[in-house]
């Protein structure tokens, strides 16, 4: 999974600084089309816009990841989906299915303090570690992070015989 998800992120990265360099070129050519073009409305809309390009790179990717997190949580407090959470969104090495779960119990949390604290900390580092990694690499590591500890957990698990689901990275 980590060999997949570093050789993705290259890929990605590489395809974004290719867009990246392209959107500088066309947006040379059609700079004297914003002179005749007719401003956009919205009050609502310019705060989200200016709020939005106000963040750092860094917490831009952070805030989808706390979007995921944040949906993944009022899942588990919907009582149709809870059969669904605990076979997928929660680790067990018991469990019927082993491969999604060790993924996607990194989204997963039951506590809102858990999940609070743990998103404060992702967005107080985000800004950093995206500027030194990419945003690329900077997922491919939280994600990888995610299915290792999931993995460890599992091993731990099986070393003392304690098979009761669990969730988070």
């Known amino acids: 999974f980590t060999g997949s998800a570093f050789g993705s992120a290259a890929i990605w990265q590489y395809e974004t600084l290719k867009s990246r360099v392209q959107t500088y070129f066309e947006e040379a050519r059609a700079d004297w ?45 919907l009582p149709g989906m809870r059969r669904i959470m605990f076979t997928y969104f929660t680790s067990n090495p018991s469990s019927k299915a082993l491969c999604s779960p060790m993924l996607l119990s990194t989204f997963s949390h039951f506590s809102l303090f858990h999940m609070a604290a743990n998103m404060y900390v992702l967005w107080s580092f985000s800004s950093s570690i995206v500027s030194l990694l ?20 599992y091993v731990a698990k099986m070393a003392t015989g304690r098979f009761e689901p669990s969730l988070g990275a």
């Open 134 to 153: 990419g945003c690329e690499q900077f997922l491919a590591v939280y994600l990888s992070a995610g299915v290792i500890s999931t993995f460890v957990s």
């Open 33 to 77: 089309m914003d002179k005749m073009r007719p401003q956009k409305r919205g009050d609502f809309r310019k705060q989200v816009n200016s709020w939005w390009n106000s963040l750092t790179e860094g917490q831009r990717t952070v805030t989808g990841i706390i979007a995921a997190n944040a949906f993944v949580f009022c899942l588990w407090r």
